[in-house]
């Protein structure tokens, strides 16, 4: 590696490292101006550092990233309650989404996993008509832009663990004529919904929603249990810098999915976009049932990791998933 990224990569990691040290003595991570200076700092620090290879780094700078990421996740969380319960106290909500200082994120963010799902979902001009959102928070926008901008006659299930959250969101649709109806909330830890995962074309997994690898995998092989053949997986990943915000997915472990695409946005939308599939019905060969795992016979590479299968070594099979 260059002397010069070699160079560039302590300065961030001591800025990291600084940064950590200061919101780890804070009393309390709920908004305030130097809780959102430091935030603001650590997103700028890391941004423009795409290439660095985060799996690479030490243990203890490892050990740091683990306990960043959960304060990340705790701000947070402790952001959009905050601004929840303003946006709840207007006749309608909906109006004044743009009192968040992310919102802006939030419409790129959607149009981006738009894009990417329209690209992926069906080769007919059908929308997906269930969508469920996992990890919908008090502030569900990503829910609430695809509804009132791409998605307008799907109906979207959110799941939050946080009976509090689900309050606070519904009261943000409730005063709208159409999302009151194609928005719904159920509390829940998704670890503990099973059949009626099977009823949605597409689920999205929020970022937050396992915040270690170990806890994102227990969840996604929970989906890949309950999710029909051949329905969407919409994950939140992480690349480079943006990996000490944010769990990274390793798409090598989708087991039961295929995965299609990953998308690593350059611009200030933080998260990476992974779309997969849902494994379709086993395929049948000369009488022999076999499961299409060519998951992990795929070559990615980085920034937009298109994945393309091999000519994997199946080639024959007759693929029922006609995005193959
Ligand atoms: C604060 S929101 C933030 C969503 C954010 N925009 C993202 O993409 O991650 C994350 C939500 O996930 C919820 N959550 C975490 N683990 C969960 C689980 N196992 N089942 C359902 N909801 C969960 C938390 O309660 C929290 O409200």
């Not at 423009?48 to 701000?75: T, V």
Request: charged share 20%; aromatic share 8%.
């Amino acid at each position: 590696m260059e002397s010069l990224q070699v160079q560039e990569e302590s300065i961030l990691i001591e800025k990291v490292c600084q940064i950590y040290e200061k919101l780890s003595k804070l009393e309390t991570l709920k908004p305030s101006k130097d809780v959102d200076n430091l935030f603001t700092q650590l997103v700028h620090a890391c941004i423009p550092h795409s290439s660095i290879n985060i799996a690479n780094l030490p243990a203890n700078i490892q050990e740091i990233r683990s306990k960043l990421i959960r304060l990340c996740g705790q701000a947070e969380g402790l952001l959009e309650a905050h601004f929840s319960t303003i946006l709840g106290s207007f006749k309608n909500p909906l109006h004044h989404l743009n009192i968040f200082p992310y919102y802006s994120n939030y419409l790129k963010l959607g149009r981006l996993e738009y894009d990417i799902l329209n690209q992926h979902y069906s080769t007919t001009s059908e929308t997906p008509k269930r969508v469920a959102f996992v990890g919908s928070g008090p502030l569900p926008f990503t829910s609430i832009v695809l509804a009132s901008y791409h998605l307008k006659d799907t109906t979207f299930h959110n799941y939050d663990i946080d009976s509090t959250a689900n309050s606070m969101a519904s009261r943000l649709v409730s005063a709208d004529q159409d999302l009151s109806k194609r928005m719904v909330f159920h509390t829940a830890d998704i670890m503990d919904v099973t059949d009626e995962l099977k009823d949605y074309d597409v689920i999205f997994l929020a970022a937050l929603v396992g915040m270690n690898m170990d806890e994102k995998n227990k969840v996604i092989q929970h989906l890949a249990k309950y999710m029909a053949p051949g329905a969407i997986l919409m994950l939140r990943s992480a690349h480079g810098a943006r990996a000490f915000l944010y769990p990274v997915v390793d798409p090598n472990v989708l087991h039961g999915f295929n995965v299609l695409s990953i998308f690593h946005p350059e611009d200030d939308v933080i998260n990476s976009v992974m779309i997969s599939r849902k494994f379709v019905e086993p395929v049948n060969i000369d009488n022999n049932y076999l499961h299409l795992d060519i998951g992990s016979l795929m070559a990615s590479s980085c920034k937009y990791c298109d994945i393309q299968p091999f000519n994997h070594p199946l080639g024959h099979m007759k693929m029922i998933d006609e995005s193959m």
